[in-house]
């Protein structure tokens, strides 16, 4: 494959003139990074900054006795060794829960806990040093007495009467339940001529940002202001919480976020080390720094996915899907994760199964329980891959039952693509899908019929390679339905200030933050367009809430389709702006006008009239020549947010093409293919690349990665070497292309990309590893993730 | 030369360069904290992710396995170096044209490392398959990629320094 | 993650760091390549109060074959093992270990001598060594002594050096036109230590093999010979040896796989390796 070269405008909705949305230009930011000259907030050192190392439980749930800090204290460098009790003098405790999941409930968490460990890894004290190895020195001299209590680490027993309740004072160990049932469940499972019936089970994995989590508190008592370096996907909810907890006004605290080494929704919560580092700083007058080392990071960044899927599903044998019913169990963390609680993963799970498909028979339960393992939350793609690896494993295990290809069976029941405005059994709404289309392009693309014949014929050599399929919907864009109704200060809208300086050049400042995944080109690309210059004339603001607008950062596939809007409106408003002064100054009509590459121009004529640099240099330092009453306006700030639907769901359909040695039970990626639809493109490489990345994260969760727990609830295999993370080796090239389907909500019309991959891949692979084993008569694996060990028992081998 | 605290002198992107360090700093701290060199980045500081990748003597080594009193006489090469120099200008080129990098924090380690091979195979005389690109690759984890755009861009440039376009 | 202070000092020779070794007692270990010590003392595993780098010791960096033999340098890096021709030739099973172990980086630094005293049991080498019935030579305080392979992989991570010794290289029998090598591994990742693995070799005469050896690592504490398999290939009868490896072998179970599981891979990898010890190599 050859480097992708920026193309032409291909797949542009809008009209305008030297436009940037649908091209393939390279990220501004790159040619820094790829001299190592990013900088992250591991990198960043300030004037008198001390460190902080943490004492951590060795114990999932222990009573935390004396806690003796006299010998670390003394330790080489030590600044301040700080208990619990110390730092709950300074910050307040808060409480994970959202009253939009009814009935949700958590416990007070505090920065480091009072009286109470509950999983191993919780940090208990603080050591700040001069140097971070100083207060590493120093933690392993504090000495804390712990009495064991016992560990509730079995979500199917957690609930049981006999199970300690882990906050006594919740009354039992559950978090959140909901319940939903649409249409006649049980007439359509009378209705059906076969009924299939499994367990899914998805392993508990995390997000391994390849830069651990970070930051640097900077408490100045003389402007008493607290600036904050946040490795963060959220610089203003980071904002209004480090004020809220220390009992500030928002003013005085200013978050700023410069390069971030991925995050993937491991770093959009409140952490508690963080929140004591925020703390510290307050306490100390001095910047503290806290980066958590890998070991710390896999105890500590949230874990997600562990869920226990029992699912039925009803099929007739013309393949029609009558009916639909699953049972979802999470176990998280001792504690609900604040803000976004630890609920939304199952509360999707019910959302999204069986949303791409006609039959709207169905019933689903969740239940969330409290463990004394590290805690669970929000990690990219949120409940989509247990969704779709639910309901997609239900749709070849009955496209297999009745004999049915498996791509068959998916034409007979996804939502017809002239069917919307439709909406799911679960009552999400969805404004255009692109089903079939996505369906029938990615069968082409992977040329599926001369695969299977490939299969057959290697079949009789003994060699057994499988196809899975899944379609499925993302959730993107979301606008207030997603926290903001549940109480929680999570902006769902962005504000773009594009400004023009002296020189005729623009500046956009963005509410939405950059992670990697390409908002700085996306907003570049956009405001260029709007307003009309080169793309090089552009310089992007971001991550700093002293300096943007006030909005929700990235998280959620929103970057694009909510902040990219609010861009392309100011850009647009500033054009209007800058129009109006190039009018006064040519006497002409605003309407006559337009900004071309950079230039004034007429727009019947595209005639050049007067430089930007020129309008600039008259509207800054000659206002006096400009008509009287006239006043110029250089700045242009919009807001955005989707109103008429609660999210901008896309769609996509995903394969996998993989080869499993019978004899190893090993399993070999052949191929990947990803054909969705985010509506507008603004740069095809962009989402390209995070199809292809998500994908691989979804494929880590499908074979390699897991939390791995004793009943005592340690986690064994909390490093690199033991975790398995998916390095390139193991992985195929993944082929990407696209369906567009705009929203009409917006005037760019897109919508977001960021999940699609990590959502549809491991319910591909699961259904590719059955199908190579179908004809050796294993049973249906849906176990994740799946290893030798496994796939050798479905075979029988041992 | 024994205990805790030692003088070192040793050559880091062409410049000589004298310091006192303690024995227990790796390369990799050294280089970011008492030089400034922060292109060199601790992803996992026990030797899996290869985010921490430097040359020493020519070679690409893991700089959180190294001590710094190690690199006593040796020449030490970072991102920073390699990229002042120029020596990898195509290939950094490829990585920011085909996208090969999202968050960016692997890529110093992903192009010193790739330049080991597309040196050994232009001294070959081969240009490596995707293959042999992935498994070069094997110890340097990407976590925003997928891996896909950076073999591409290693394979192009393979090509393009092969004299194959 | 930063490794607790210690004290360092660079040998000059091998009799420098026996001294060293004397002046320290357990204290101090020995650092060669780095590649599994730094990791753990940056994880504070292990908590040695001087590390006695050896790496500029002159001549432990070198191969040679002579006296139907090969000898390898403690310092040899596996980078160096890997590209090197008189290992293809005359040790050809350490050549096919070589491209399994860690990744490019770790083996520019990571040494021979390193991966045997380390004795990890999943590692390659020291399965290597034992199939080729090679020997460890050691100097210590009492001078130079040498090991037989089988002799001085003690236990998991445990070796016949003594606490003021140095594994100074190993040496191996140079492969002969009747010497037959196998090696294969079942790792989930490229580069990962193996869930198991198996080095091989034998003595080809004809169609008939003898001198069978074959040596699984990842299935307990060292090394591991199966000897009843080694029987029953000696005797062509695959089945049977695949069966003997129940008596051979009890792997206890790991994070990556059951006893049970790596039992039946052990299985698989015997008869992966029957084939290549039945081809003469190219
Ligand atoms: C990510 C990763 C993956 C890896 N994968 C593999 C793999 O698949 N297979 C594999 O075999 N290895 C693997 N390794 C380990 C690597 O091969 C190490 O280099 C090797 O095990 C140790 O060699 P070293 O020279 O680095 O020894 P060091 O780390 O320096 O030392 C290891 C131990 O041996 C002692 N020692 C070293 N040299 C001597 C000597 N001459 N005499 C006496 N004692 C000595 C040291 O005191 C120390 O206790 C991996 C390492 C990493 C980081
Ligand atoms: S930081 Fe050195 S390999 Fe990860
Ligand atoms: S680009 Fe983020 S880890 Fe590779």
């Known amino acids: 494959m050859k480097i992708v070269e920026d193309f032409p405008p291909i797949l542009t909705a809008l009209d305008r003139p030297n436009s940037y949305i649908g091209r393939s230009v390279p990220r501004p930011n790159l040619a820094r990074l790829t001299q190592g000259r990013g900088q992250y907030v591991s990198d960043t050192v300030l004037p008198r900054m001390v460190h902080v190392a943490y004492a951590r439980s060795p114990y999932a749930h222990a009573r935390i006795g004396k806690i003796e800090t006299a010998l670390a204290k003394k330790s080489p460098g030590v600044v301040a060794v700080v208990t619990g009790a110390e730092l709950s003098k300074v910050i307040t405790p808060w409480v994970g829960v959202l009253t939009h999941l009814k009935g949700i409930k958590s416990a007070p968490q505090h920065a480091l806990p009072l009286d109470r460990a509950c999983w191993q890894g919780e940090a208990v004290c603080a050591v700040v040093a001069k140097t971070r190895a100083q207060a590493e020195d120093a933690v392993g001299l504090v000495d804390i007495h712990y009495e064991e209590l016992p560990a509730v680490t079995d979500m199917e027993t957690a609930l049981d009467a006999q199970t300690p309740v882990i906050h006594p004072e919740l009354g039992d160990n559950l978090t959140f339940a909901r319940s939903h049932e649409a249409g006649d469940v049980n007439k359509g499972f009378a209705d059906a001529d076969e009924i299939v019936e499994t367990t899914f089970v998805f392993g508990r994995h995390t997000g391994v940002t390849n830069e651990p989590r970070a930051i640097i508190a900077d408490w100045n008592p003389g402007e008493q202001r607290l600036t904050v370096y946040h490795g963060t996907q959220a610089p203003h909810m980071s904002q209004n919480l480090f004020a809220k907890h220390l009992g500030l006004a928002e003013q005085q605290v200013r978050v700023i976020t410069k390069d971030v080494g991925g995050s993937f929704g491991i770093k959009v919560h409140i952490y508690a080390d963080e929140m004591a580092v925020v703390a510290l700083s307050k306490m100390l007058n001095r910047p503290v720094k806290f980066v958590a080392d890998r070991i710390e990071s896999f105890v500590t960044d949230i874990h997600a996915r562990d869920h226990r899927v029992k699912a039925r599903i009803g099929v007739k044998k013309d393949g029609t899907i009558t009916a639909w019913e699953i049972d979802d169990l999470t176990g998280i963390g001792p504690y609900s994760v604040y803000p976004r609680t630890s609920g939304i993963e199952a509360n999707q799970v019910v959302n999204l199964s069986a949303a791409s498909y006609t039959c709207r028979n169905y019933r689903a339960k969740c239940r969330v329980v409290f463990l004394n393992k590290n805690v669970m939350c929000q990690y990219r793609a949120v409940g989509h891959p247990i969704a779709v690896a639910v309901t997609e494993g239900l749709v070849d295990l009955a496209a297999a039952k009745i004999g049915m290809d498996p791509v068959e069976i998916r034409r007979r029941n996804l939502i017809p693509d002239d069917a919307h405005p439709s909406s799911a059994p679960s009552g999400i709404k969805f404004e255009r899908l692109s089903h079939h289309a996505t369906l029938d392009q990615l069968t082409k693309m992977m040329k599926y019929d001369s695969l299977r014949a490939e299969q057959e014929r290697l079949r009789k050599q003994g060699i057994y390679r499988g196809i899975g399929f899944t379609s499925f919907v993302e959730i993107t864009n979301p606008s207030a339905a997603f926290y903001g109704v549940g109480g929680a200060r999570i902006s769902s809208q962005d504000g773009a200030t594009v400004k023009l300086d002296a020189q005729g050049n623009i500046s956009v400042h963005t509410s939405v933050t950059e992670q990697g995944q390409g908002a700085e080109s996306v907003m570049a690309q956009v405001a260029a367009s709007a307003f009309g210059v080169p793309i090089e004339r552009v310089r992007v603001i971001m991550g700093d809430t002293d300096n943007t607008p006030y909005g929700g950062g990235t998280w959620a596939s929103r970057g694009t389709g909510i902040g990219g809007e609010a861009t392309w409106q100011a850009g647009k408003a500033l054009r209007g702006n800058v129009l109006a002064i190039a009018a006064s100054i040519l006497q002409a009509k605003p309407e006559a006008l337009d900004i071309r590459n950079g230039i004034v121009v007429d727009k019947a004529t595209g005639n050049e009239r007067i430089g930007l640099d020129e309008v600039a240099r008259i509207a800054y330092f000659r206002p006096d020549t400009l008509p009287p009453g006239f006043q110029a306006e250089m700045i242009a700030t919009r807001h955005y947010v989707p109103r008429e639907f609660g999210f901008a769901f896309t769609n996509g359909a995903q394969a996998s093409y993989l080869e499993v040695d019978t004899d190893t039970g090993f399993v070999k990626l052949l191929k990947h293919w990803c054909v969705e639809d985010c509506g507008t493109i603004i740069n095809p490489q962009l989402v390209d690349e995070q199809v292809r990345g998500g994908v691989v994260q979804g494929i880590g969760g499908a074979l390699f990665e897991q939390c791995l727990y004793d009943e005592r609830g340690q986690m064994l295999n909390g490093n690199m070497a033991d975790y398995l993370v998916p390095m390139a080796a193991e992985l195929p090239d993944i082929e990407v292309a696209h369906q567009v389907s705009p929203t009409a909500e917006s005037e760019l019309g897109a919508k977001g990309a960021g999940e699609a991959g990590t959502a549809g891949a491991p319910g591909a692979v699961m259904n590719a590893i059955n199908d190579a084993l179908r004809p050796l008569g294993a049973k249906p694996l849906t176990d994740m993730p799946f290893t030798p060990d496994k796939i050798l028992r479905a075979l029988g081998r041992v | 030369m024994s205990g805790q605290i030692h003088d070192i002198t040793l050559t880091v992107n062409g410049q000589e360069i004298s310091e006192t360090v303690a024995a227990r700093v790796t390369i990799a701290d050294f280089l970011r904290d008492n030089l400034g060199l922060t292109g060199t980045r601790l992803g996992c500081e026990h030797g899996v992710c290869g985010t921490c990748t430097v040359r020493i003597d020519g070679v690409i080594t893991r700089g959180c396995l190294v001590l710094a009193v190690q690199c006593a006489g040796t020449r030490v090469e970072t991102i920073e170096g390699v990229s002042d120099t120029g020596e990898i200008a195509d290939l950094q080129d490829a990585f920011r044209r085909r996208n090969a990098l999202q968050c960016g924090f692997c890529t110093p380690g992903m192009l010193l490392t790739a330049q080991e091979l597309l040196t050994r195979a232009k001294d070959s005389g081969n240009v490596p398959s995707r293959e042999a690109i992935r498994e070069h690759l094997s110890g340097n984890y990407c976590r925003c990629t997928g891996y896909h755009a950076i073999v591409d861009a290693v394979e192009a440039v393979a090509q393009a320094r092969a004299g194959e376009k | ?282």
Do not use: W
């Open chain 3, 1 to 282: 993650m930063k490794p607790a202070a210690f004290a360092y000092a660079k040998a000059r020779s091998l009799d420098h760091a026996v001294e060293l070794l004397g002046q320290h007692d357990d204290d101090a270990k020995l650092l060669a390549g780095g590649q599994s010590l730094m990791a753990s003392l940056n994880m504070r595993l292990s908590n040695p109060s001087i590390l006695i780098d050896i790496n500029g010791i002159a001549g432990l960096n070198v191969i040679a074959a002579r006296n139907d033999q090969v000898e390898i340098g403690a310092l040899v890096r596996h980078a160096q093992a890997e590209r090197s021709p008189d290992i293809a030739r005359h040790a050809p099973l350490i050549a096919l270990a070589m491209p399994h172990i860690a990744h490019p980086a770790i083996r520019n630094r990571g040494t021979i001598g390193g991966s045997l005293a380390y004795a990890d049991p999943a590692a390659e080498l020291p399965a290597c060594l034992v199939a080729l019935d090679g020997e460890a030579d050691i100097a210590g305080p009492q001078g130079k002594r040498s090991v037989k392979a089988a002799d001085f992989f003690k236990g998991m991570f445990e070796t016949a050096l003594g606490p003021q010794e140095i594994l100074a290289g190993i040496r191996v029998p140079a492969a002969t036109g009747q010497t037959r090598v196998g090696f294969s591994e079942l790792a989930r990742r490229h580069g990962d230590y193996a869930i198991v693995g198996l080095a091989a070799s034998a003595r080809a005469t004809g169609k008939r093999l003898s001198d069978v050896r074959l040596v699984y690592f990842g299935v307990g504490t060292a090394p591991t010979r199966a000897r009843n398999a080694e029987t029953a290939i000696a005797a062509d009868a695959i089945d049977d040896a695949v069966a003997a490896l129940a008596q051979d072998i009890d792997p206890p179970g790991d994070l990556q796989a059951s006893g049970e599981v790596k039992l039946h891979l052990a299985g698989v990898l015997l008869r992966r390796i029957a084939k290549q010890l039945a081809e003469p190599r190219p």
